[in-house]
């Protein structure tokens, strides 16, 4: 729907210099991303990028899929499904070239254009703008929570394509023919890109029961249409199917994701599984979110359709139940906060807070149509690309250095068993959180669990935690793992233990990691 | 019905084991109150911990501990689990009234008060805090009935809360949730200054009220402080965020799910007060579980208003006419009765049958005990049969505290239940040696620590077994000490 009063008004004269506000926004969050602390912050949440890249960098050598567990002595040579094998493809293309910064690059790309599509998408529903770009923020806002340089932004990219074609099916504004071709194509994509493509037939399911019940309740003249659109999705949730077994493992994706989502112990063991924790202050713009869907039911009251009512409360509890869903909350939430926010603004008797907020929507607008250039992202990574290679261009130290900390990794520790492998002999006892940076600092060293794990199951992460919790029985699993020395961080429990003990013995030890070693 | 249901539920089932064994807790308040009955004064320094022996102590609920050690004393355990049932089932029944005062279908109003209880079940623990539960029932009721009331003359609705609050401060230290109430209602009438004024003069008066207890305005910076510090905060799990994970917050997830159908469906036209205590509630339940019953209390009257105003406005399906004629027939039927008598002869008998050995001797009818698979029961027997295996001080596990208060009154604890008294300092010391980490044995001996109570698997026991100076005295399938040897 195009805002009618938009329409009358004589267009102004394009300036060729001017970006919209939808650039803005995506030169905004790519430069912040990739020139700010916000680079260090992304790598060094977790070491789950690290492993991705390893994995891809075996598979670019041995021009083969990854299909074998590799990196751990606990599970090697264990069948494999790599739920991510083309963004980990992506990944260390991006990481061979440029480096971490090139790791990031590709993320801020992906979580800039996230935010442009998602602001076009409102503006393009007839959303004001003003509004338009205070709920994208917000989405934004919730969405950078989890912007961490990992397969996971595919699948909050394709929510929101697939969001948006299915809330444009509904409203007639995508043909049947459209969302038959393009949704299964990406699902074929999503499925090789992560795991999470499973979202995609929640997403077609919630539509479909939406319309279904719509179908039930519509007159007889509205039927056939009704009908048409209930049999187009049934028709797209088998060919998105059919197109998600098109990967490397076929159905043995499908089940692995499921038998991995159906494991209590697996989804309470890493962080971003766990419900929001509402003490941090991280999870602030979700709240406000929230707030914002609360004022909308209650202050616009709007007839929500069977569809968009579906979509809120089972996002809304998916995302209190995980921390990681809060981000697709937003994406699927902010659409329909938009639609029915600005419908409430238009119809609402002007204030004088009205009168201020549509005379600055207003003169927003009026800029933004003047805003001429187009080339401005394309223009931005091309440099940012230059900024990154200067190196390997033109030689000496690089403009945007992005490393690991090394306050939060054992790099020196590791630097210390490249200097001395002697040291150290045997199967390794790791910190969880470092497995993934062992995997691509020393990766002829096998660790005892990395962050995937998928490939480890029950029994394995049962292990883990016993050891990792001293629980009695400790050792009895190192030696069932024939463990010989543990690299753990400096105030680790097990070490305390292992001072004590007679037959270990410290190999090395800094402000970071402690490695023990056993005497043999 | 719902009185009867829920009391003799909890006093009869199960769960009267779990109301008592969840935490140490209901221990730690049975022995603090059982003190204060023995001397016959409030309780004003510690008595039960060598860590903080002798330092002035706030009680914020000292009332409610001689309440609940005066009935301990009598019935044992059963004493804690009858209190705590009839403090339950008195709230769910004042809001089972409070329904049906606001024209509610007594069919309806069951449906939704138990709703209000499978949300809230999960904090059904014999504890002092259900007091505040039965407060908030009665607070927001008349705040509720005075934000609805013409206004002149609905004052007398507010007055009684300035008493009940001086009753409120020296049972439960959440006292405080009277004040978010009262500050909601205010700010929901800003539009009418009148009310606002008038709540704030009550809120004023409830401050003062709130004032008369032992510890007069220390025992509010008390509980400021406390909240205010994020370490004692974290430490304890009701103060975490929900998780969503566990089936026990499936009824808060639905009830969350009925209220977000209920602005689907009808649509309906809230007063300020009422999105306003859903907003606050809702956020501060998000944030702290332990709140999760006060929301669950705080929105049922809302659902019921406008939930029975769909179904009255609803067309006539065959469902509809069903529910229509059940409801129908419930209502002829509770209007018909008069529990009254009913549950004055079901308290006089439960009373019988928990007290039965002290008036007929013999064995005991129902047995409430603490179990022994949840708290060292065996190894505080080891240490009351052989008190030379062990000397010094003793270091516990922090869940452990009040049962060890209790059963080894002639030990002090290190650390207990009570967090707020022991401040952020003791307990980082305490978690420094509980996780281990360096600088373990500094805090031991600092504290002339000569013994260890933990739980079998704990990695403290796997350390002290290396260690030359340290050895082990007593081991089950629960528990294990250590002693340190003597020199």
Redesign the interface.
Known sequence: MMNPAVIEQPLPRRRWWLPSVSVVLWLVFFLAANLSIVRAMMIASDSDACWHWQQGNWMLQHHAILRTELFSHTREGAPLVDLWWLSEIVTALAGNLLGWGGIVLVASVVCATLVWLLHRQLLAEGNELLLSTLLTLLAAAVCATHWLPRPHLATQFLVLVFAWQLRWFERGRTTARQLLVLLPVLTALWANLHGAFVVAFVLIGLHWIGTAVNWARATADQRPVVRRRVTVLTALGVACFLASLVNPHGWNLPLQVLRYMRS?LL??FAQEY??????DPSTMPF?ILL?AV??M??IA????SVTD?LL??VW??LS??MVRNGPLFAIVATPILAEYWNAYLRAAAPSRVLRRYRDISARLTSVDQMAGTRGLPALAVIAMIAVLAKPQLFGGPPLVATELPASRFPIDAVEFLRQSPEAVRGNMFNEYAWGGYFILAMPQRKVFLHPNLDVYGEDVVRDFLQVN????G?EDILKKYHVDWTILPR?H?LN??LA??ADWHLVYTDQVATIYGRIP | MIWLVILLTLCLSDWRLVMINADGDPSLHWRIGHWMIEHRTVIRVDQFSHTRFGRPLISKEWLSEVIFAAADDRLGWNGAVLVGALLIATTLWLLYRWLLAEGCEPLFATGLVLLAALASSHHWLARPHLITLLFTVVFARRLRAFDRSSEAGALWLLVPLIPLMTLWANLHGAFFTGFVLLGVYAAGNLAQPRKAVTIVIVGAACVAASLINPNGWYLHGHIVQFLRE?VL??FTNEF??????SGAMNGF?LQL?TL??L??VA????RTTD?LL??VW??LA??TVRNVPIFAIIVTPILAEHWQAVMESAGSGRMMEWYRKLSTNVTRIDRSTDGRVMMVVVLIVLLGVLAKPMLFNGKPIVVTEILPGHFPVAATQFVAANPRAISGEMFNDYGWGGYLMLAMPEHRVFVDGRNDFYGPELIQEFDTVN????G?EDVLQKYKVGWTILP??H?L???LA??KDWSLSYTDDVAAIYSRQSE
């Open positions: 209590p989804m309470g766990l419900p929001p924790n509402f003490h709240v707030v609360l004022l039911l209650l009251r709007p007839r929500l009512g809120l409360v809304l509890v209190l139940r919790g001293v629980q009695p400790w105030e429990r305390h233990l004590q003990r | 994020p905060a974290k975490r965020s929900p998780n969503f994970h997830l799910l977000v159908a602005f689907f649509r309906p036209r809230l999105v859903i907003g809702g956020y998000l944030q996780r281990a980490n360096p373990w079998r698997a990695p026991n796997e350390l290396l260690r």
